[in-house]
């Protein structure tokens, strides 16, 4: 069984850290770019970051460059994003999608690039940020 699940939302206060967890189930992630993206309420889904199949790049959006990482854990087949200094605007539902490619860079413009070829979404998490 393939899967790709999401895990480690949850209600954050302004001003603290979250770790979230993309793991993978039936295939190797180090395989496949991951990418992060968020979606709020009455919003379009956006980037957050990507980290390459080969530790290779790591990329990540302007609005959040600063305060976010993303690193692989091979033994335990994960992914995980960070944020640190979170803002109520982060608030979101937040996804990773696999991607299996031959390139060594993800790219982190092209939302499409995401649901093309052989490719793996998760249900998402929620991320809710209050004081």
């Known amino acids: 069984q393939l899967q790709l699940v999401e895990s480690g939302g949850g209600l954050v206060h302004p001003g603290g850290s979250l770790s979230l967890s993309c793991a993978a189930s039936?295939?190797?992630?180090?395989?496949?770019?991951i990418g992060w993206f968020r979606q709020a309420p009455g919003k379009e889904r956006e980037a957050v970051s990507c980290i390459s199949r080969n530790g290779y790049s790591v990329r990540f959006s302007d609005s959040m460059k600063g305060r976010v990482t993303s690193s692989r854990d091979s033994t335990n087949n994960s992914v995980y994003l960070q944020i640190s200094s979170v803002k109520v605007e982060d608030t979101a539902v937040y996804y990773c999608a696999a991607r299996w490619t031959t390139a060594d860079d993800c790219d982190l413009q092209n939302y499409a690039y995401w649901n093309q070829g052989t490719h793996y979404w998760g249900q998402g998490t929620q991320v809710t940020v209050s004081s």
């Open positions: 039936g295939f190797i992630l180090d395989d496949y770019h």
